[in-house]
């Protein structure tokens, strides 16, 4: 089976085992853990904050983050197949009391004319406005760093708090050549996933002012997501800032690479992610020929290359693909 249904899937590698294994432990929450605390002093200041904060899923960080930012009845602003709109249970509502509001934005983006088009008292302080980048709904796409400053002005002008759920900064960063900290500095608050295109078997950060990092130690308890010896996933997590950022450019060629073979606009390939039109069975079909993929957002498979993904799966998968979906490959050499 040719595995592409999402970079979750990774297994860590003998290396990262070997970093647990031998990463050097106290207790987490009476901020004893040196592991964890050099991976929160490495996050805030590869991020551009004062400081960060060490959580077990990306859903967990998001959600401290909504409620250490916010007031109840405040809007969540976003676009409309953002992550916390769509996939975290209604979990800004649940925690954190947050009126949700999606709007339809190009490649996931939400706009200065989107802010300025909605009532002051609606989205005001108290509110919130979440950017996600890489955008995972859209298929991984880049937010422009001048585009995304645009949208943060427009946010404090108004006076409404900005998250960043950079899940994916990492493939943003890599894909767009420049320093994660360009576009996580200009948000309030930001999120960082290590179980993803990284390799880790879990972990995920969330950074902002000390002050913000005090409110959101509180959600972490109140979630019970308050950790003991944790350092031996936050040597993951620094074995994965050490030896796996950069090789994702490897995954974002790997995924052009499939792109073009099965005849999908190269153009949107940013990151690590490939949408494939789904004719409606499109995840059996491939799974009968021995592909795995899921959904991308309704009509829309998504194929993912992450580190357990090899040049020979791409070949494969190039062959694979148009011959269950009855689409054309395109022709000419495999070139790598
Ligand atoms: C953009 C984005 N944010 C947050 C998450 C949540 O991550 P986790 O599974 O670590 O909770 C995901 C998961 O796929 C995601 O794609």
Same mark, same amino acid.
């Given at each position: 089976? $040719? ?124 509110? $919130? ?31 409404? $708090? ?155 998968? $190039? ?18």
């Amino acid at each position: 089976m $040719i595995d592409l249904r999402s970079d979750t899937l990774t297994k860590p590698s003998p290396e990262m085992l070997a970093a647990m294994a031998s990463a050097d432990v106290g207790d987490e929450q009476y901020l004893e853990d040196p592991t964890v605390n050099e991976l929160q002093r490495r996050m805030a200041e590869l991020l551009g904050h004062e400081a960060a904060l060490f959580l077990p899923t990306a859903t967990m960080a998001n959600q401290a983050a909504l409620r250490a930012q916010t007031k109840p009845g405040g809007m969540l602003l976003a676009e409309e197949r953002t992550h916390v709109l769509v996939y975290e249970w209604g979990g800004p509502a649940i925690h954190s009391g947050l009126v949700m509001k999606g709007v339809k934005g190009e490649a996931g983006r939400v706009t200065p004319e989107h802010i300025a088009s909605e009532d002051r008292y609606e989205l005001g302080p108290g509110g $919130i406005i979440v950017l996600e980048n890489s955008h995972r709904s859209s298929g991984g796409r880049i937010w422009p760093l001048d585009e995304f400053r645009a949208t943060v002005d427009a946010a404090h002008e108004r006076g409404v $708090i900005v998250h960043l759920d950079g899940a994916r900064l990492f493939n943003a960063a890599v894909g767009a050549g420049i320093a994660p900290t360009e576009w996580s500095r200009l948000a309030d608050s930001v999120t960082i996933c290590f179980s993803k295109g990284l390799g880790c078997p879990l972990g995920a950060v969330v950074a902002g002012s000390a002050a913000f990092i005090e409110r959101a130690w509180e959600t972490k308890n109140l979630l019970g997501g308050a950790m003991r010896q944790s350092g031996v996933l936050a040597a993951a997590a620094l074995y994965a800032l050490d030896h796996n950022v950069e090789r994702l450019a490897a995954d974002h060629e790997r995924a052009r690479r499939l792109a073009a073979g099965i005849g999908v606009d190269v153009g949107v390939v940013e990151t690590n992610f490939v949408a494939i039109d789904d004719p409606g069975d499109g995840v059996p079909r491939l799974a009968d020929r021995g592909v795995l993929v899921s959904d991308l957002r309704p009509g829309v498979l998504r194929a993912m290359t992450h580190l357990d993904v090899t040049d020979d799966d791409i070949d494969q998968a $190039i062959e694979l693909i148009p011959e269950a979906l009855g689409t054309t490959r395109t022709a000419g050499p495999r070139a790598r």
